[in-house]
Structure formats: structure tokens, C-alpha cells
């Protein structure tokens, strides 16, 4: 069992729908992350999040949103997506290692993402 | 050049087989080094940590090659469940957050 848990597991949305994708850890991490992940390859880092502060965005469209409200909880708002944005998202938790990340992340089991 | 590679597989082996992968990674200033298996359609799980000295957890055992810039995996007495994609994951010193995946490995262990 995953100690990252994201909702919903599947979601099928038109170009035009806004949606949230959330995930939630409880052990205690201070960085969360979002991956995107395609067929056959894998993961892509979109943002991290250090003690609930954006600190890493990798040149990710502005139709995705990132949003850490608090230490447990990461969510990811989704508006005007491209039929190309259809994929598996993931979230993931890691400690904050000394001088930065360099830990182990953990992801859970993602939301499979389909554009209309 | 890629910056993590693996040999994608599949690799096909009985039951009870020995069977190791290799990582090359291309950046000497990587730092921190882990395996990952990924079930298909399922999320990355840890497998484990890599470190300098070799580690092992119980069937698993990975090594380390600063010089060569290579890491290993071998699983012994490979087991059905054992069938799944190995990731082959660097960390790189400057970029602390971020992980970098090989493409992956993927096995197959037959009855």
C-alpha cells in the first residue's frame, strides 16, 4: 500500500473543463512533487515544492497549476489541457535532505489522465 | 548522450535464475543513486538506496562504480513477481530535488 495517496485515480476531461488532481502524505516529508509520466518512459519532474514553496518549475505550461496549501497536502489545478496532456500524473514526498533534496521520493499511485 | 542509460530488455529468465542489470550514468557530479521498479501501469516504487560500499536486502543486491560511472542490480532465486521495469535512477549534486531515470529494464521471469 501507498503512503501517498492521490485522488481521483482516473479522470477524462474536455479542453475546456477545469479539474483538480490532489495528493496527500502523512509521513512527515517536506517536499512534494509532481511527475508526468508517458507510455513506456519515464517520469518527467514537473514542480517541486520545499517546505510548501514553489521550487521548482520545469518550464511547465501555465495550463497547469501547482498548489501546496499545507505540509501534507499537494494538489495540481488543471485548465484548457491539450488531447497531448493525456497521461499518468504523479505525486511524490521525499524528506528535505541536508543542503536540499537528495533523498529517496515515494510516489503514489498517480491519476491516469485522459483529454477529450 | 543520455544522461542515465540502461539496456531496456527484455530480459527473459526462468524461475530461480540470477539476473543482473547495469546503469551507466554520464555526469561525475552525481550523487545519489537508487533502483526503482515500476508494474505496468503502476507508480515507481523504491526498491532500493545505492551505496558506495554495496548493499543488499535479501535477494537484491546493488553496487556502486565511481570511477566507471556505473551502477548494478542482481536479483538471485528471481521469483514470478519479480517481473516488472527497473529504474535506474541518479540524483545529480546541483540539482539536488530532482531525480534522473534511465529508461528502465524490463524483466520477465517465467515459470
Given at each position: 500500500d501507498t503512503e501517498v495517496t492521490q485522488t481521483p485515480k482516473h479522470l477524462v476531461m474536455g479542453m475546456t473543463n477545469k479539474k483538480s488532481l490532489?495528493?496527500?502524505?502523512?509521513m512527515g516529508h517536506r517536499a512534494m512533487?509532481?511527475?508526468?509520466?508517458?507510455?513506456?518512459?519515464?517520469?518527467?519532474?514537473?514542480f517541486v515544492y520545499s517546505y510548501e514553496k514553489l521550487s521548482i518549475n520545469e518550464s511547465v505550461p501555465s495550463r497547469f497549476s501547482p498548489e501546496c496549501p499545507n505540509s501534507?497536502?499537494?494538489?495540481l489545478h488543471l485548465h484548457a489541457l491539450q488531447p497531448e496532456d493525456s497521461a499518468l500524473y504523479l505525486c511524490a514526498s521525499s524528506h528535505v535532505g541536508a543542503g536540499g533534496g537528495n533523498q529517496p521520493q515515494h510516489f503514489g499511485d498517480g491519476t491516469r489522465l485522459s483529454i477529450l | 548522450r543520455k544522461e542515465v542509460e540502461q539496456d531496456p530488455g527484455p530480459f527473459n529468465v526462468p524461475e530461480g535464475a540470477t539476473v543482473a542489470f547495469n546503469?551507466?550514468?554520464?555526469?561525475?557530479?552525481?550523487?545519489?543513486?537508487?533502483?526503482?521498479?515500476?508494474d505496468?501501469?503502476?507508480?515507481?516504487?523504491?526498491?532500493?538506496?545505492?551505496?558506495?560500499?554495496?548493499?543488499?536486502?535479501?535477494?537484491?543486491?546493488?553496487q556502486l562504480n565511481r570511477a566507471s560511472q556505473y551502477i548494478s542490480l542482481l536479483i538471485r532465486d528471481?521469483?514470478?513477481?519479480?517481473?516488472?521495469?527497473?529504474?535506474?535512477?541518479?540524483?545529480?549534486?546541483?540539482?539536488?530535488y530532482k531525480l534522473i531515470f534511465g529508461s528502465g529494464t524490463r524483466l520477465l521471469v517465467r515459470p
Open positions: 490532489k495528493c496527500e502524505q502523512h512533487y509532481w511527475y508526468k509520466q508517458k507510455a513506456k518512459k519515464p517520469p518527467e519532474l514537473m501534507s497536502l499537494l494538489n | 546503469c551507466t550514468y554520464s555526469n561525475s557530479a552525481s550523487q545519489s543513486f537508487f533502483w526503482y521498479r515500476q505496468c501501469r503502476k507508480e515507481p516504487k523504491l526498491l532500493m538506496s545505492v551505496y558506495s560500499s554495496g548493499n543488499e536486502d535479501g535477494r537484491f543486491t546493488a528471481s521469483k514470478l513477481s519479480d517481473s516488472a521495469t527497473y529504474l535506474c535512477v541518479v540524483i545529480m549534486v546541483d540539482s539536488s
